[in-house]
């Protein structure tokens, strides 16, 4: 099912929103012009590389000096590919207007990172010892769709389903979130119980998202009186 649009009204324009967008696809976008062996070695500094942290000295022998965490944050604007810089965007689209008109705009810049930076974390927890960066927007995106899930469980997302019939169907957010979350989980036992399985999909961080989404949200949300 690819979501299509939404229908929780927005009462301002998602601003930060849009920004986290245009940052995306403008790195991507500039990466693709570097040479290769440049951009491999901006990956790995800016990508968060779970061996980096547990082995500090396969850290030093790679050349990647100590950041103190920092790709924990920087990660989440790097992407794979177009494919996986696509879904991501559109994800964001869909669903961080609510979140972000009701929380404003800083305060949404604030809830997205942190539920970055938690997903990677949990991530690196269940991999340590993975050699290979991890990258992408996905562990963020999940908070935002678990903010959606609590604060907006009854509208409706339009979905179409491809490949069986050329329709549009309403559904309620807590079905389509409930069983996005449902095949995140299945993926993620799958990878620890298989290895190598889904090894290419930080699924821990897409879970690890939605479970800080969850649990932080009201933190963030702001009052009535609130201007910005």
């Given at each position: 099912m690819i979501p299509i649009r939404?229908?929780?009204?927005?009462?301002?324009?998602?601003?930060?929103?849009?920004?986290?967008?245009?940052?995306c696809t403008v790195i991507f976008v500039s990466m693709q012009f570097l040479p290769d062996a440049l951009g491999y070695k901006l990956?790995?500094?800016?990508?968060?590389?779970?061996?980096?942290?547990?082995n500090p000295n396969w850290a030093q022998d790679f050349g990647l000096p100590p950041d103190y965490g920092f790709s924990f944050i920087s990660n989440l604007f790097l992407h794979?590919?177009?494919?996986?810089?696509?879904?991501?965007?559109?994800?964001?689209w869909i669903f961080g207007d609510n979140i972000e008109d009701r929380m404003g705009r800083w305060r949404f810049l604030a809830f997205y990172l942190t539920c970055g930076a938690l997903a990677t974390l949990l991530q690196w927890y269940f991999d340590p010892v993975l050699a290979i960066p991890v990258i992408?927007?996905?562990g963020a995106i999940a908070g935002v769709l678990a903010a959606y899930f609590c604060l907006y469980p009854l509208e409706r997302v339009i979905v179409w389903i491809p490949f069986i019939y050329p329709i549009l169907l309403p559904i309620p957010a807590i079905a389509f979130l409930g069983l996005w979350v449902i095949l995140q989980l299945h993926n993620a036992t799958e990878a620890v119980l298989f290895?190598?399985?889904?090894a290419n999909v930080a699924w821990w961080a897409h879970l690890g998202g939605?479970?800080?989404?969850?649990l932080l949200y009201r933190?963030?949300?702001?009052?009535e009186k609130t201007i910005i």
């Amino acid at each position: 099912m690819i979501p299509i649009r939404d229908t929780a009204p927005c009462f301002a324009r998602p601003v930060m929103t849009w920004a986290i967008m245009v940052v995306c696809t403008v790195i991507f976008v500039s990466m693709q012009f570097l040479p290769d062996a440049l951009g491999y070695k901006l990956v790995n500094l800016f990508g968060m590389v779970p061996i980096r942290y547990s082995n500090p000295n396969w850290a030093q022998d790679f050349g990647l000096p100590p950041d103190y965490g920092f790709s924990f944050i920087s990660n989440l604007f790097l992407h794979n590919d177009w494919l996986h810089l696509m879904f991501n965007m559109w994800f964001l689209w869909i669903f961080g207007d609510n979140i972000e008109d009701r929380m404003g705009r800083w305060r949404f810049l604030a809830f997205y990172l942190t539920c970055g930076a938690l997903a990677t974390l949990l991530q690196w927890y269940f991999d340590p010892v993975l050699a290979i960066p991890v990258i992408g927007a996905s562990g963020a995106i999940a908070g935002v769709l678990a903010a959606y899930f609590c604060l907006y469980p009854l509208e409706r997302v339009i979905v179409w389903i491809p490949f069986i019939y050329p329709i549009l169907l309403p559904i309620p957010a807590i079905a389509f979130l409930g069983l996005w979350v449902i095949l995140q989980l299945h993926n993620a036992t799958e990878a620890v119980l298989f290895t190598g399985v889904g090894a290419n999909v930080a699924w821990w961080a897409h879970l690890g998202g939605f479970i800080c989404g969850c649990l932080l949200y009201r933190a963030f949300l702001r009052s009535e009186k609130t201007i910005i």
